[in-house]
């Protein structure tokens, strides 16, 4: 579903890569944390999956496609099999937690129809049943990252992409939203997630790659957080 070939990326105007010859391949289906330092290279990972900045050496393969060959204007059907996720949860805040989530099947074209029997579908999916007509700010961190999740995952992607999504949020919570991401990775959607949250990598015992300064130092099919863990 995702594989690097010795991918590297060197940022304009820097001189050490970001990614070095790095090789992954997670097949479809899997739920994979990338782990380390600050700096590591996660984030350029995780925007090279998403076609938002292209490998300077090496080939990208997601979905079937190699992005380094991607049309321009195919990027956006690439980007619609991929639901995206972050720390801070990037919520419309004019707009209700219903029209969060129907926005984004709005943005593709989907049907009136369609759109007001999945999006209370989706909010109890993910345990904001009734809550639909709260605006962002009167929820909770957890609440908010619970919508944030309905709508990446209303248009039922094949990936799901999470930049450190339990950073802003407390251990008990956090132990909520990974639950979440289990269920949704027991659908079928391969989830790939960026976290510094050890307890919570240590509790899930899903399969690890750590990064140091730009290469892959560690591949555990069940790992935790820290090599001796
Ligand atoms: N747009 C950019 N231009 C130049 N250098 C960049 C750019 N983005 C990232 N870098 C550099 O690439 C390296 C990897 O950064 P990246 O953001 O991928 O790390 P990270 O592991 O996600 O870090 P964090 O955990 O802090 O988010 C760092 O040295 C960073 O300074």
Redesign the pocket.
Known sequence: MIRFEKVTKT????R?P?LDAVSIDIEKGEFVFLV??????????LRLVLRETRSTGGRVHVAGKDLNRLAGWKVPRLRRQIGTVFQDFRLLPNKTVSENVAFALQVIGKSRTDIKQVVPQTLELVGLDGKGERMPDELSGGEQQRVAIARAFVNRPMILIADEPTGNLDPTTSAGIMKLLDRINRTGTTVLM?T?DQHVVDQLRKRVIE?DN?RVVRDDAQGGYGATA
């Open positions: 940022y304009p105007g820097t050490a970001a380390g330092q600050s700096g590591s290279g996660k984030s350029t990972a960026a510094h990064l730009g």
